[in-house]
């Protein structure tokens, strides 16, 4: 059957990522996407995508009520899935605003426009980090879609402020909608201020990397292409109102990663610098996928090592995609964050 889908945040990481995975499995699917092209949306990102007829950019921003009603009065969606968002969690340190009103208000601007066109289905996309951290020494503890809301920075706040607002708008206004809330993503198109792009990119140019505090911090890596087809499974098949966590079980250390980038780019780990610990830094992140893998049948496809070796091989034959993000204002976004080191 054909179907119109909106990506909000198209041309960001995971949303490219989405329109990518949705243009290529559903050859009779239209998809729009809505980006406002903040810093970490890149009209290149889409360029394959613009040459394909079944896809559509628009170039606005989810707070512009009146922009996002008239686009969707016309395009009529029968999916709209939101991962437009802040979402760095240093950015959020330094200016919250931000967050607030595009994480907040924008979520709540779709909704109500959603809402007002009987909009048959809404799609937020979050994150694990909404449930807070997990202490080191319980190897035993993960996230599950009970766990309390917990949120330790202000991005994982507005998160956690957008995630309630949608499950109140199911209850309140019977919203038909779904919340995903995943893990750590890695893979093409990722920004470079994020960790494992960042110390590829580091590493390339022999210059130091970077790691908060012990480097002990445990994240849960997915590749971005597992969690677009549990978005897809959600989107197709999960029930309205409900919570779906997506994760695979794949822990690591930081200052693991970025030995292991180091050897997979036969770099020293003289490289390696430990700088000052990010403000309120989580200390671990991990998932509990058994709601996803026994009512949908998901599971995720790429093991950590195939994983890390094509985002690897990606940035290397992509250098022209992250040096023009890398030689403009990221520059001073770099210094800033991390001065001489
Ligand atoms: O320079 C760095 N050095 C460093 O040690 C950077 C940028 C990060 N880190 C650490 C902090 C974290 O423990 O690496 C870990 C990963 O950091 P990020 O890539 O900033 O990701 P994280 O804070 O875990 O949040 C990510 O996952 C959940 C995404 O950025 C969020 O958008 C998502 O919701």
Redesign the pocket.
Known sequence: MEKTIIVTGGAGFIGSNFVYYMLNKYPNYKIVCVDCLTYAGNLSTLKKALENPNFRFEKLNICDKEGIRKLFSEVKPDIVVNFAAE????RSIEGPEIFVDTNIKGTQTLMEVCRELNVPRYHQVS???VYGDLPLDRPDLFFTETTPIHASSP?SAS?AGADLLVLAYCRTFKFPATISRCS?NYGPYHFP???IP?MIINALADKPL???GD?L?V?DWLYVEDHCKAIDLIIHNGKIGEVYNVGGHNEMA?IDIVKLILKKLDKPESLITFVED?KG??RR?AIDPTKISSELGWLPDTKFADGIEKTIDWYLSHKDWWEEIISGEYQNYYSKMYGGK
Not at 87 to 90: A, L, M, R, T, Y
Request: proline share 4%; glycine share 4%.
């Open positions: 979402s760095h969690v240093d994150t694990d980090e991005y998160k750590n201020e994020k960790l960042l970077p790691v908060y480097g911090n994240r930081n990010r830094h989580d992140y």
